[in-house]
């Protein structure tokens, strides 16, 4: 019995772990397809077109990007010998941290091979020079070469607007990007295709709060004089400035208004109704502003307000004659049509 539950074990482990690298092998592949390989024989950056915004990201925040080579097709296959690269960029925007290879302590279009290693540096005009060769023989097909990290050094504002940089190789195909193949003389023809970085102010923020869940309290009848409250969750969208106030507007004729100013607690904001009289219908309505000015009003329904009604607070006294009156007129009631024998 024991081997036979240990057997079990083993066939459920080996089974866990068989759909495990079945995900992580799709993984694998769907990041490789999110890559657009380009024609041979080229280099190119990835991804081609950065976009941040000062919402979610600030000066000193840091990216990567990767270089990625192709050099074969089904009708052409250049064996790479030796890749160097030299990226330029914008210094005003972005400065170079550090770079490496995307493989273990070589370029992953390299893997399996014997390979001399070089350190990447910064040159004097401010661009990141990598690089990488073979012992001997070449690599054919398409892969990627090294990352390189960028640090942002400065935000946009209004009056510069978008601050872009190019990720541009230079001296392609020749002099400062290049390919070799093992006899070092052959220099093949390189298609480079450079990345953009673009760093901008967030869109303008033109969506309206949302009020949802208007609670009233008390939620039944309202007694004269009594003060209601009222509740409601407001939120601003995500990328929105956040709410900046909300208010509470009342009115016995929906005419005239009376706003009352409401309080948060997290995202619930309370207002608060003054007693009315008797026999008062009484509308209400909330706005909120988020801190870019847009507004919105809630209403029970398209343009029409929230309503109740004010009715008679009966007091135990008057409950009382009440019953009792009651109950006379019932005895006097009975007495009359009641015949004694």
């Known amino acids: 019995m024991m081997r036979k539950s240990f057997k079990k074990s083993v066939i459920s482990v080996i089974a866990i772990m068989t759909v495990a690298l079945v ?26 077109t950065l976009n941040f915004t000062t919402a979610n990201t600030h000066v000193g925040n840091k990216f990567n990007v990767t270089v990625w ?8 296959s250049v064996p790479v010998f030796v890749w160097q690269v030299m990226v330029g960029f914008n210094t005003t925007l972005l400065t170079w941290t550090r770079a ?25 005009n401010n661009e990141v020079k990598f690089g990488e060769s073979l012992f001997s023989g070449g690599a054919v097909g398409n892969g990627s070469l090294c990352w390189i990290e960028f640090q942002i050094m400065m935000a946009p504002n209004e009056t ?5 940089s190019a990720l541009e190789f230079h001296g392609a195909p020749n002099d400062d990007t290049y390919l070799l193949t093992e006899d070092v003389n052959t220099v093949p023809s390189l298609v480079v295709y450079n990345a953009t970085v673009n760093y901008s102010l967030p869109p303008p923020d033109t969506t309206p709060p949302t ?35 909300a208010s509470l507007g009342y009115s016995i004729d929906n005419v005239t208004w ?3 100013t409401m309080t948060s607690s997290g995202n619930t904001w309370t207002g608060n109704i003054t007693g009315q009289l ?12 988020d801190n870019a000015g847009n507004n919105a009003t809630k209403y029970e329904s398209d343009t029409i307000p929230y309503h109740y009604d004010v009715i008679p607070e009966y007091t135990t006294a008057v409950l009382v004659i009440m019953l009792m009156t009651l109950a006379a007129t019932m005895i006097a009631y009975r007495k009359k049509f009641v015949r004694l024998p």
């Open 160 to 164: 510069t607007g978008t601050l872009s």
């Open 211 to 245: 009020i949802e869940n208007v609670q009233r309290t008390p939620s039944g009848d309202v007694s004269e004089n009594e003060s209601v409250a009222v509740s409601a969750d407001i939120t601003d969208n995500t990328e929105g400035s956040g709410v900046a106030n």
């Open 258 to 260: 009376t706003n009352a």
């Open 69 to 76: 080579v192709n050099s074969a097709n089904s009708t052409l």
């Open 100 to 124: 490496g290879y995307t493989g273990a302590g070589k370029s992953q279009f390299f893997e399996g091979l014997q390979t001399i290693p070089v350190t990447p540096v910064l040159t004097a």
């Open 278 to 289: 008797n026999g008062t219908t009484v509308w209400y309505k909330i706005t909120a502003f």
């Open 23 to 48: 995900i992580f092998g799709l993984a694998a592949i769907n990041n490789v397809r999110a890559v657009e390989i380009q024609p041979p024989v080229s280099m190119w950056i990835d991804p081609p």
